[in-house]
DNA sequence: AGGCTATTTCGACGATCGTTGAAATAGCCT
DNA sequence: AGGCTATTTCAACGATCGTCGAAATAGCCT
């Protein structure tokens, strides 16, 4: 994970309505969810819901699957997980903090 | 922490450079680091820095303190430990994850 | 007070974002 | 083939961003 891609990442979840998107993708869990659940649920126009989650896609914070006419989203936890990983990576090189308490500079 | 606050936090630290503001600020633990010193580490123009200094404080990730003459600043790291355990919060409330694996659900 | 260094504020610029409705496309079903 | 639903692409808009140099301010020191 570089910065730059780290940043792109952060930049994605930076939008309030992305945010909700990805989160409302990580409650779905396993299963994920049709576009179109996700637009009803977030009650924003299709083509707004669309060209976000192109963004998140590019990204790699989520994945689509074709079921038919439907686009089944999910998110992807390894991806956030690294994400997260980074942020916490090198916190405290120098320093106590409470995160990264032993693991992080291991 | 609601998800206004987190998409503004995400995205305070969704652009390159104010990343690598932060990150060099988590390096450099406790003592934090002089607003002069980061601009010569990162090579940007002082008035560039002093803006994405505000944004990063503005959302809580930074903290300053004045020193005579010279500002330290600080990383925040409450603010980042909540900031990703929001982020970690929800995730898989009915599904299977590397990340959470119990102590997000508890 | 006067000067000096550190930092911020101001003003500007092109670039990107976020949103939408309308039109185009993808893929199923009869 | 023809129609139907799901989703994306297009075109557009005002709004915000990221960057800079120049000018203003903050606070110390003599």
Redesign the pocket.
């Known amino acids: 994970m570089n910065i730059e891609q780290a940043a792109k990442q952060l930049?994605a979840l930076?939008?309030?309505?992305?945010l909700q998107v990805y989160r409302t993708l990580v409650r779905a869990g396993d299963s994920g969810l049709?576009?179109?659940?996700l637009?009803e649920k977030l009650g924003?126009?299709?083509?707004?819901?669309?060209?976000?989650?192109?963004?998140l896609i590019l990204t790699g914070l989520v994945t689509?699957e074709?079921q038919?006419?439907?686009?089944i989203c999910r998110a992807n936890y390894p991806a956030m997980d690294s994400l997260v990983g980074f942020l916490v990576d090198e916190c405290c090189v120098d320093a106590p903090c409470a995160v990264g308490e032993g693991e992080a500079a291991a």
Not at 34 to 37: A, D, E, I, L, T
Not at 44 to 50: F, P
Not at 68 to 71: C, D, G, H, Q, V
Request: charged share 15%; proline share 7%.
């Open positions: 930049e930076g939008n309030p309505t992305r049709p576009v179109g659940s637009q924003i126009a299709a083509s707004t819901l669309s060209h976000h989650l192109h963004r689509q074709r038919a006419t439907t686009l």
